[in-house]
């Protein structure tokens, strides 16, 4: 099974302030992985696909990047609402089974 | 607009059995699939469970399988979760969620608001 670390598991910023997200994967995902944001009573919300393409109606402020093993979600200026916990997401192919990684809380400062 | 509604989630005793619903509506609800994911209080994100479009393929966490059973109702825009000998630790908020894409499993683009199952005597 793939096992999804991310780091840091909290990260206290600013608004305004640029948000580097880490998701590192055990091996390979190759690009199927996915970014989330959830708030506190809500459900999750798709960001990113794909490593690297943005879901409908997410802001161009988010961006995924990296492939194989090692991925970032860039926030690139942090708005108030975007305070939120993050998780990665990677998919094995088959049969299709689907593992998040621990999360990271970004949290103000 | 696209529309996932769960329900059946309550309070259950350790064993017992309980089964939830998740309503669909919005889209052409037999072109995707369908996944079950559950967070427990203060955790993170479990995946659970998918059920491809036509509810020919299937497969669960090995958490859950042997336990629970996913199917789906195309007629009534419906996708279940039987969950058989629950366990204590089974106890999560539930959410159902669909594919992005009709062709391939996965990443999740829309979810319900999730319903609470409690297992405790």
């Known amino acids: 099974e793939i096992v999804l670390t991310q780091s840091p598991a909290t990260l206290s910023l600013s608004p305004g302030e640029r948000a580097t997200l880490s998701c590192r994967a055990s091996?390979?995902?190759?690009?199927?992985l996915a970014w989330y944001q959830q708030k506190p009573g809500q459900a999750p919300r798709l960001l990113i696909y794909?490593?690297?393409n943005r879901a409908t109606g997410i802001p161009a402020r988010f961006s995924g990047s990296g492939s194989g093993t090692d991925f970032t979600l860039t926030i690139s200026s942090l708005e108030p609402e975007d305070f939120a916990v993050y998780y990665c997401?990677?998919?094995?192919?088959?049969?299709?089974?689907?593992?998040f990684g621990p999360g990271t809380k970004v949290d103000i400062k | 607009q696209v529309q996932l509604v769960e329900s059946g989630g309550g309070v259950v005793q350790p064993g017992r059995s309980l089964r939830l619903s998740c309503a669909a509506s919005?889209?052409?609800?037999?072109?995707?699939?369908i996944h079950w994911v559950r967070q427990a209080p203060g955790k993170g994100l479990e995946w659970v469970a998918i059920?491809?479009?036509?509810?020919?393929?299937?497969n669960y966490a090995a958490s859950v399988r042997g336990r629970f059973t996913i199917y789906r109702d195309n007629s009534k825009n419906t996708v279940y979760l039987q969950m058989n000998s629950l366990r204590a630790e089974d106890t999560a908020v539930y959410y159902c969620?669909?594919?992005?894409?009709?062709?391939?499993?996965?990443?999740?683009?829309?979810w319900g608001q999730g319903t609470l199952v409690t297992v405790s005597s």
């Open positions: 969620a669909k594919d992005l894409f009709s062709a391939a499993p996965g990443p999740f683009d829309y």
């Open positions: 919005g889209f052409t609800f037999s072109n995707y699939g």
């Open positions: 059920i491809s479009y036509d509810g020919s393929d299937k």
């Open positions: 091996q390979s995902v190759s690009s199927y």
């Open positions: 794909d490593a690297s």
């Open positions: 997401q990677q998919r094995s192919n088959w049969p299709p089974s689907f593992t």
